[in-house]
């Protein structure tokens, strides 16, 4: 059982570049999420999905956009990149039962940085 | 606005020996879960131990434990008999029970734990 599997683990971008930090889970959890990791800051939630073709903001989404065509895969695009969005880049899911939240399982994380 | 505090950046403990980690949260939700997440030099975050507020009883997870106390907001993890491994940056964090499918957490700024042998 893989959990939840982020894509690359590493990546360093020049500024104005694109990309895509892709996200995977097998364990069909209807709950996606995407945060960042800056030193002294904590995780901060970017964007996150409550299920296939819906998504929504969190706390910090500027810069990035976010698709949920299938439950399985959530990536996160950015579109220019900018040296503010050097960052560690988790992504996270869990499930509802229908009166509770599950835990959040994470990936192992992308180290990004912008150049 | 729900926030989560975490005072101590660094704490400093020697093996075998106990440690406490601070946080304080506020919310104005009636029913929300307590997380301690640990994070080793790996990156992976790993639960550590979880608290329902309605329980008043506080959660233990063998070395690890908490002490919950709702009325000031209070969410302290004692770590046990240190061992070399529980050095990580630990995170407090705060979530909702029935998000309806939605689960977002807030997370504290962590605390650096070493533990010296």
């Known amino acids: 059982n893989a959990g939840v599997t982020q894509t690359p683990k590493f990546q360093v971008l020049k500024t104005g570049q694109s990309m895509t930090l892709q996200c995977a889970q097998d364990?069909?959890?209807?709950?996606m999420s995407w945060y960042r990791q800056d030193p002294g800051m904590g995780l901060r939630l970017i964007h996150y999905s409550v299920g296939a073709g819906i998504t929504d903001q969190g706390e910090v989404p500027n810069g990035y956009n976010v698709s949920r065509s299938t439950t399985e895969d959530f990536p996160l695009r950015l579109l220019s990149a900018a040296p503010s969005q050097t960052s560690v880049y988790f992504c996270a899911s869990s499930s509802y039962t229908g009166t509770y939240n599950s835990p959040l399982h994470f990936g192992n994380g992308t180290r990004l940085t912008v150049t | 606005a729900q926030t989560v505090t975490q005072s101590q950046p660094e704490m400093s403990v020697q093996e075998a020996e106990t440690v406490t980690l601070s946080c304080t949260y506020d919310t104005s939700e009636s029913d929300y879960y307590l997380f301690w997440y640990k994070q080793p030099p790996s990156r992976q975050m790993i639960l550590v131990i979880r608290q329902e507020a309605y329980k008043q009883q506080n959660a233990t997870e063998n070395r690890f434990s908490v002490n919950f106390q709702k009325a000031a907001k209070s969410f302290s993890l004692k770590i046990s008999d240190s061992q070399l491994g529980d050095a990580a940056m630990y995170f407090c964090a705060m979530g909702r029970v029935r998000g309806g499918a939605t689960n977002k957490l807030i997370f504290g700024t962590g605390t650096l734990l070493a533990v010296q042998p």
């Open positions: 364990m069909n959890h209807e709950y």
